[in-house]
């Protein structure tokens, strides 16, 4: 049988820059002072991840990898001082990072007046000029593509990147693979029938009962499609805490 492909555009990414300043925040690195080995390893982790469920990835991701193996390795090339005169140059030297952390707060920059302008724009969505209309006849007309979550993509990512780690560690040592074909829609319908037996909450982690690695591809777009289609509420407590999934009314 032909193998399926679940070939999935998603645009909530914003960009290398904005993944790279997730990464950033969430480790709590300063980012005058990138430790770019690490930062490198997390990068290519999503960025591996990102592959593993066949999401179109934008080439502008694979040349900020790249960018970041080039600083990487000018970073790890030994620096040989033999006069003072080299001395002088190589203090005068720019370090290889200089123009990724500049690029950051310049994004950072811009990125933060983008809030600033869309909460001024939800302040004067506030102020109306003239009486208000009856517009119930058009509420359920009303559609948006775009994800309104409490988390983020790249924290289901994360989360997703957890259950990857977990479900490989209790694989057993040998087993006997058998093909199974599970269509989206379908489980789909049987993450809602889950919720509803379970009073319309669980763990993000519960919904992953099967080691099998198309199950858990196949179980994450069905997630990430229900929360695009909003029929699921996906909520975190805190920062690094665990994803909680609920049906929506």
């Known amino acids: ?26 480790l709590e690195i300063d980012i005058y002072d990138i430790p770019v080995a690490e930062i490198t390893e997390q990068y290519l982790l999503y960025i591996h991840t990102m592959k593993e469920l066949e999401l179109d990835l934008a080439s502008e991701y694979l040349v900020m990898a790249a960018t970041l193996l080039a600083i990487k390795s000018k970073m790890l090339l030994p620096k040989h001082e033999e006069s003072l005169d080299d001395e002088l140059e190589f203090a005068e030297e720019e370090d290889p990072r200089d ?31 003239k009486p208000p209309s009856d517009l119930s006849d058009y509420s359920s007309e009303v559609k948006t593509d775009k994800l309104d ?31 199974q074909e599970i269509p989206i829609e379908q489980r789909m319908d049987e993450i809602l029938q889950d919720l509803r037996v379970n009073k319309g909450r669980r763990s993000f982690f519960d919904l992953f009962p099967s080691n099998e690695k198309e199950y858990l591809v196949v179980t994450f777009l069905a997630i990430l499609e229900l929360m695009k289609r ?4 996906v909520e975190q407590d805190s920062n690094f805490s665990d994803i909680f999934v609920m049906g929506k009314e």
């Open 1 to 26: 049988m032909e193998k399926l492909h679940y070939n999935v555009k998603i645009d909530a990414f914003e960009g290398p820059l904005d993944l790279l300043l997730h990464l950033i925040n969430r």
């Open 99 to 129: 123009e990724l952390v500049e690029r950051l707060i310049e994004y950072r920059k811009y990125k933060e007046a983008a809030s600033d302008l869309k909460n001024l724009e939800l302040e004067r969505g506030l102020m109306f000029t």
């Open 149 to 179: 979550l409490d988390v983020s993509l790249y924290d289901m990512l994360g989360a997703l990147q957890k259950l990857l780690r977990r479900k490989k560690l209790q694989r057993p040592l040998s087993t006997k693979i058998t093909r």
């Open 230 to 233: 909003r029929e699921i509420i």
